[in-house]
């Protein structure tokens, strides 16, 4: 539980109650924000330009990989990953708790396969990389990848495997954290079309709903890849967060003999397996804009890079396909903090890592709204990085 002190800097109202705070955005950041909000006994309305949910949360694959994922130049996001990863079983508990929907944690662990000699000279020099920074990541051979995984290709080299790295299912995340913070007196406003911040005498004071002014202590923008669109923002304060396409496909196994049980990664797609019998098959990255367009050479690379690994997939039916819009940042790690208009905190840019850290970011925004602390894991992602320096814009030193 977040406590916060006796008066911090949103703490405004005659009453001394909590702030009061509107949220833009209803995906799993925005909801989780709200809901934790909300349990300290804020006062929290959400507001949405659709439906809550149905956004790149919607969308994604559910993976919470901060191992395997972890790529040279991606250091400095370690310390963010890896804790929100070891607060996901306990977050999975309390949400399920209070909403009394499932979220499905699968903890299996996740492979990532080479299915030729050049893929595993490359996992192998990514083991060593990834040992280096003290990730519990091992080394399985041929045989023992077969032997845990039959289906897969009969000439797979051998794999990356982190017991660490588990799964949820993003769609029902969404579900539980709509009704735990309805639960908790989150107020949600659905279908609200463009909904802009209100700015008065220098501060966030709220947000304008078509001609109706919703005032708030302070306002969380957790829009992901809309968060830059938001009406009213002024330039700066506002997020460079660019929409990342991603098409993704669903197949239906048999749920009495699943072909995968883990999570794995062909040197072309993702493929999740979910309890039901759906596998899940990701994701291209497209820079296209907010172009939602299922296209054939997408669809074809999911399904080729699936079937090269997974040859069984051929005989099982699509069931869904679908295009997603990741919120990436510059340097595509989350924008989580203070955004340099009083009342306005950031909570957006997660790219890939949305579903991944939730948790952690609920929890930081929340103790940031509540006490005005920033935890140290958000300082290196606070939005303040991306101010231009003197050198950068031709002024004088």
Same mark, same amino acid.
Request: hydrophobic share 45%; with cysteine; charged share 20%.
């Given at each position: 539980m977040i406590h916060?002190? #006796?008066?911090?800097?949103?703490?405004?109202?005659?009453?001394?109650?909590?702030?009061?705070?509107? !949220? !833009?955005?209803a995906g799993c950041i925005g909801l989780a924000v709200a809901w934790r909000l909300a349990s300290a006994g804020c006062r929290v309305d959400v507001f949405e330009r659709g439906e809550a949910g149905r956004g790149a949360t919607h969308a994604a694959g559910g993976m919470l990989a901060a191992c395997v994922e972890t790529e040279p130049g991606e250091e400095g996001l370690l310390p963010l990953t890896r804790a929100?990863?070891? +607060? $996901?079983?306990?977050? #999975?508990? @309390? +949400?399920?708790?209070?909403?009394?929907?499932?979220?499905?944690?699968?903890? =299996?662990?996740?492979?990532?396969?080479?299915l030729t000699a050049d893929d595993a000279a490359k996992l192998r020099f990514l083991h060593g990389f990834q040992r280096d920074l003290g990730l519990p990541v091992? $080394?399985?051979?041929?045989a023992e990848v077969r032997r845990r995984e039959p289906? +897969?290709?009969?000439?797979?080299?051998?794999?990356?495997?982190?017991? @660490?790295?588990?799964?949820?299912?993003?769609r029902k995340l969404a579900a539980s954290l709509r009704r735990a913070a309805g639960a908790a007196g989150?107020?949600?406003?659905?279908h609200c079309g463009e909904v802009a911040l209100a700015v008065e005498g220098g501060r966030a #004071?709220?947000?304008?709903?078509?001609?109706?002014?919703?005032?708030? =202590?302070?306002?969380?923008?957790? #829009?992901g890849a809309w968060a830059a669109g938001v009406p009213g923002l002024p330039d700066a304060a506002r997020p460079p967060v660019r929409p990342?396409?991603?098409?993704? !496909?669903?197949?239906?196994?048999?749920?009495? +003999?699943?072909?995968?049980?883990?999570?794995? $990664?062909?040197p072309g797609t993702y493929l999740i397996p979910r309890l039901d019998g759906r596998l899940l098959i990701g994701a291209t990255t497209e820079e296209r804009g907010f172009d939602e367009r299922l296209t054939a050479g997408g669809q074809l690379a999911l399904l080729d890079g699936a079937w090269r690994a997974l040859p069984g997939i051929a005989e099982l039916p699509i069931e869904e396909a679908w295009a997603g819009f990741r919120p990436g940042?510059? =340097? @595509?790690?989350? !924008?989580?903090?203070?955004?340099?208009l009083p009342g306005l905190i950031h909570a957006t840019g997660h790219h890939r890592n949305g579903i991944l850290l939730t948790p952690v970011t609920a929890d930081g925004i929340a103790r940031l709204v509540l006490t005005g602390e920033t935890d140290p894991l958000l300082r290196p992602f606070g939005p303040g990085r991306f101010a231009r320096r003197p050198a950068e814009t031709g002024a004088a030193a």
């Amino acid at each position: 539980m977040i406590h916060a002190p #006796a008066s911090h800097p949103f703490s405004v109202s005659q009453s001394g109650a909590r702030p009061s705070v509107a !949220i !833009i955005g209803a995906g799993c950041i925005g909801l989780a924000v709200a809901w934790r909000l909300a349990s300290a006994g804020c006062r929290v309305d959400v507001f949405e330009r659709g439906e809550a949910g149905r956004g790149a949360t919607h969308a994604a694959g559910g993976m919470l990989a901060a191992c395997v994922e972890t790529e040279p130049g991606e250091e400095g996001l370690l310390p963010l990953t890896r804790a929100s990863q070891a +607060l $996901w079983p306990g977050f #999975a508990r @309390d +949400l399920e708790a209070a909403s009394g929907l499932p979220v499905d944690l699968r903890t =299996d662990g996740t492979m990532v396969i080479a299915l030729t000699a050049d893929d595993a000279a490359k996992l192998r020099f990514l083991h060593g990389f990834q040992r280096d920074l003290g990730l519990p990541v091992e $080394w399985l051979g041929g045989a023992e990848v077969r032997r845990r995984e039959p289906f +897969l290709q009969p000439g797979v080299a051998g794999a990356l495997f982190c017991a @660490d790295d588990h799964q949820v299912d993003n769609r029902k995340l969404a579900a539980s954290l709509r009704r735990a913070a309805g639960a908790a007196g989150v107020r949600l406003h659905e279908h609200c079309g463009e909904v802009a911040l209100a700015v008065e005498g220098g501060r966030a #004071a709220g947000l304008l709903v078509g001609d109706v002014l919703h005032r708030a =202590d302070c306002v969380v923008l957790a #829009a992901g890849a809309w968060a830059a669109g938001v009406p009213g923002l002024p330039d700066a304060a506002r997020p460079p967060v660019r929409p990342v396409k991603g098409q993704m !496909i669903c197949v239906r196994m048999d749920p009495r +003999l699943p072909l995968l049980r883990h999570v794995v $990664w062909t040197p072309g797609t993702y493929l999740i397996p979910r309890l039901d019998g759906r596998l899940l098959i990701g994701a291209t990255t497209e820079e296209r804009g907010f172009d939602e367009r299922l296209t054939a050479g997408g669809q074809l690379a999911l399904l080729d890079g699936a079937w090269r690994a997974l040859p069984g997939i051929a005989e099982l039916p699509i069931e869904e396909a679908w295009a997603g819009f990741r919120p990436g940042s510059r =340097d @595509d790690a989350p !924008i989580l903090g203070e955004s340099g208009l009083p009342g306005l905190i950031h909570a957006t840019g997660h790219h890939r890592n949305g579903i991944l850290l939730t948790p952690v970011t609920a929890d930081g925004i929340a103790r940031l709204v509540l006490t005005g602390e920033t935890d140290p894991l958000l300082r290196p992602f606070g939005p303040g990085r991306f101010a231009r320096r003197p050198a950068e814009t031709g002024a004088a030193a």
